[in-house]
């Protein structure tokens, strides 16, 4: 670093505070600030649609890294503080209260925002989506009010949070209807059989799915919500609404500063922008890959990885992201496990017991393995995951077969070695 | 409260006071010690807060969980007889001394 001015790093999410401990291992002895909008340090957000959104705790029992951590690293926190502009050609940022602060390097990390329904009634009291600490807190109270009221939980979107909402709030022993526009549960990113299964386990909790069902209007009566109305007519009487119908990359101020953004700051496989001084990590970012398609991925994994790459990166070193995607989802006794990217695929297969359900779905494109969808099989997930990182495959037939050992393929591979070493 | 050692991985060692009922993932994390990433927060899902318990400590341990054992095939560094994710070990008084050493990577 050619300047005494700081690494200013905007967003304190899971992909902000990886940078800045990357870049101290990466040996970056300058002063660091992390602009957080919320109030809350650095925590992590998966358990705020699972096990935190029906037994809230403590905020510090979600934290990423504690005060000591935060010392340690010597990580200057400016929480609840909104970063309004960028100014690249002061290298400058502006703060919400007019308050400029000179970077020498800059790294977005502002994460994604919970996309709104377009439609009457969607900014009624009640009406409510996840991104943060406090939007967890008021589902929980929502959901609470409605099962001590006798009122349904209407959730809009069969999706990740959505379903993981619907169980929560089945748990804490509200009625729930799941409306969700397409033909079935989760059909962005996974196979009817693993829809099918997830279908069998909410209807299985008496959660009431609907397919096909979009919303046209959010039904007010004395400025309280009376009930989600479809376009079809159907009414559905409820006491609160949760909107899990995807997200959009955060990328406002990039745009806003003339970043190369589209639906997300475009970055390269190393977190670097448009802008040799600026990186970006996270669900705000769009990875330009080496067919030139552009990659949005939103995970805890994806944060971490392009973190490190973007902390690399401000170092002047390449740190290409090259892991296999993996995300994980808890619905009810059921845990699910993704590897991979299934887009493209043209052949599934399922191992394992779908009844149960403990099963895995294999997916393959011209017979070479792309993804594997794990249900209850931490085993299949974790010899997919190495499989995969190593360019293997199984045959679709072999991983069809139980009696067939996934583990053989890594067979003479430097790992395996290793491992039986 | 029990004291528990861990070391880093370039050798340096941290002892932490940790108050029982915690995970040896969560006092590590709180107290910003590398060598860990903890992924998915404690849930067993991403083994990526493997450590090596230190020999004499291993029996003192509950045994791994079939899920723990089953995830500890997917560490990135050498797995060993004494590798355990750190996430599943709970700080009890009986565990005051325990020590466990971080690997040089998780991912």
């Known amino acids: 670093m050619d300047s005494q001015a700081p690494i200013i ?9 990886q940078i800045a401990e990357s870049l101290r291992q990466e040996g970056f002895g300058g002063a ?4 957080g909008e919320e109030p809350h340090p650095p925590y992590q957000r998966p358990p705020l649609s699972k096990k935190w959104l029906i037994d809230a705790g403590a905020v510090g029992a979600l934290t990423l890294r504690g005060p000591a951590a935060l010392e340690r690293l010597k990580i200057t926190m400016k929480l609840g503080t909104r970063v309004r502009a960028i100014d690249r050609s002061r290298r400058e940022v502006e703060l919400a209260d007019g ?10 990390a502002t994460g994604s925002l919970p996309r709104t329904l377009p439609v009457p009634g969607a900014s009624l009291p009640g ?11 008021a589902i929980g109270a929502g959901i609470r009010r409605c099962a001590a009221e006798g009122r ?33 549960l989760m059909s962005r990113v996974t196979a009817p059989v693993v829809s099918e299964a997830f279908a069998r386990l909410h209807r299985g909790h008496g959660v009431q799915l609907m397919f096909g069902a979009q919303v046209a209007e959010i039904v007010g009566h004395e400025g309280r ?24 990359p955060d990328d406002l101020l990039a745009r806003s500063a003339g970043l190369l953004c589209e639906r997300g700051i475009v970055v390269d496989d190393c977190s670097r922008t448009s802008d040799p001084l600026i990186v970006a990590a996270g669900d705000c970012t769009a990875r330009r890959m080496g ?13 971490i990885e392009q973190g490190k790459s973007a902390a690399a990166a401000l170092m002047g070193r390449t740190r290409q992201f090259i892991n296999t995607p993996w995300f994980w989802s808890d619905q009810y006794d059921v845990k699910l496990q993704m590897v991979g990217l299934s887009r493209g695929y043209d052949q599934v297969v399922t191992r394992g017991d779908l009844a149960k359900p403990a099963f895995s779905a294999f997916y393959f494109r011209a017979g070479r393995l792309l993804a594997v969808d794990s249900l209850n099989r931490i085993s299949d997930h974790m010899q997919s995951k190495r499989l995969l990182d190593r360019g293997l495959s199984p045959t679709p037939a072999q991983a069809a077969d139980l009696q067939f050992e996934l583990p053989s393929l890594l067979k003479g591979s430097r790992e395996a070695t290793a491992d039986e070493a | 409260m029990p004291r528990v050692r861990y070391i880093e991985p370039d050798g340096r060692e941290v002892a932490l006071e940790l108050a029982p009922g915690q995970s040896l993932m969560r006092g590590a994390m709180d107290a910003g010690l590398s060598g860990l990433e903890a992924q998915c927060g404690g849930n067993c899902a991403c083994a990526t807060c493997h450590c090596y318990v230190q020999a004499e400590w291993l029996d003192k ?9 089953l995830m500890l095939g997917n560490v990135a560094a050498e797995l060993r007889p004494n590798s355990r994710l750190s996430c599943q070990l709970i700080v009890e008084d009986a565990l005051d001394g325990l020590t466990v050493q971080f690997p040089d990577r998780q991912s």
């Open chain 1, 99 to 108: 308050a400029r602060v000179p970077y020498g390097k800059l790294a977005i």
């Open chain 1, 152 to 184: 349904r939980v209407v959730i809009v979107g069969g999706g990740f949070i959505g379903l993981e909402v619907a169980a929560g709030a089945r748990k804490l022993g509200a009625e729930v209807t799941v409306l969700e526009g397409l033909p079935r």
């Open chain 1, 225 to 248: 919500i009376a009930a989600v109305r479809t376009v079809d007519g159907q009414e559905y009487r409820c006491g609160c609404v949760v909107v899990g119908i995807g997200v959009e």
């Open chain 1, 127 to 137: 009406v409510l989506a996840l991104r943060g600490i406090a939007d967890s807190l």
């Open chain 1, 9 to 17: 790093i905007v967003g304190a999410g899971q992909a902000g505070m």
């Open chain 1, 32 to 35: 660091l600030i992390l602009c």
């Open chain 2, 61 to 69: 341990l509950k045994p791994p969980s079939d899920d723990e054992r």
């Open chain 1, 291 to 303: 067919d030139g398609e552009l990659l949005r991925l939103e995970s805890v994994q994806n944060a």
